[in-house]
């Protein structure tokens, strides 16, 4: 005669966690995709993002469950249990890493390398069809001075060279770095100032941030400022210093190679 052998029934619970992970990646993924291709403003996209983190979060909660479950019955589900907990770790990750820089940094969206006179945005009929008509504002000078505070390393580059030759190694630094110029100056006139506008996209969303490059001559230097600011929200995460640092390595790997 042969023996029936019951097998333990799957935890429900695993089985939601897995469920709710799987659409929490597909919403981030429909999000980064909105952003990126244009089809959806910033304001939308982050929408669905959160969407997205609220999902992960609740798979945590349903695998965490599961795992009582599992623990006090029996059932089975381990390994889904898992795999949601994966997957929902690979959604929140990220946000869980700008939510600690939230934290550290101050509510600064906007970083110059000059506080006290900070090079400001053209505003040329070439440079606001580059940035869709938008004008970065300006900041209060108490913004500035938690700049300093927060990012002591942020200081202007002074090279020992005519503006000419600086201008056209910042355009070569500029297109390094995968920058979109959206207007130029060269050095020239009474001041003998140029500049350089651009806009540059985060990594993940593809969000907008502003950009200039101001070319000053000195006695017997020239001096680099830039200002970067970003459009959406209030807080960088640090993002706009991380590119004033890059642009200046950029920029002495561009004099390295002269």
């Known amino acids: 005669m042969r023996r029936l052998i019951l097998e333990e029934p799957i935890s429900a619970s695993a089985i939601w966690a897995r469920r709710l992970a799987v659409f929490a990646i597909a919403l981030a993924a429909i999000a980064v995709i909105l952003v990126r291709t244009r089809a959806a403003d910033a304001t939308a996209g982050l929408s669905v ?5 609220f999902l992960a979060c609740t798979a945590l909660l349903f695998a965490g469950a599961a795992a009582v479950t599992i623990w006090r019955l029996g059932q089975r589900g381990v390994g889904i249990a898992v795999a949601a907990v994966f997957l929902a770790v690979i959604v929140l990750a990220y946000p869980g890493f700008l939510a600690v820089q939230a934290v550290r940094l101050p509510v ?24 869709n008509g938008f004008i970065p504002p300006e900041v209060p000078p108490e913004q500035r001075l938690e700049q300093r505070r927060a990012y002591p390393t942020v200081q202007p580059i002074n090279i020992d060279l ?20 959206v207007d130029q100056i060269p050095p020239g006139g009474r001041a003998g100032i140029g500049r350089v506008d651009a806009v540059d996209r985060s990594i993940i969303m593809g969000l907008p941030d502003d950009i200039t490059v101001r070319i000053r001559p000195l006695a017997a230097q020239t ?24 642009f200046s390595q950029e920029m002495q790997t561009q004099l390295d190679a002269r």
Request: proline residues 4%.
């Open 49 to 53: 993002l959160g969407a997205a983190i």
């Open 108 to 131: 600064i969206k906007d970083i110059s390398t000059d506080i006290n006179d900070p090079p400001a945005f053209a505003r040329s009929a070439r440079a606001l069809r580059g940035r």
């Open 162 to 181: 005519e503006p000419e030759e600086v201008y056209q190694l910042v355009l070569r630094a500029a297109a390094a770095l995968g920058w979109q110029v």
């Open 223 to 246: 001096r680099i400022d830039i200002r970067s600011a970003s459009r959406a929200g209030r807080h960088d995460f640090g993002a706009n210093a991380n590119r004033i640092q890059r």
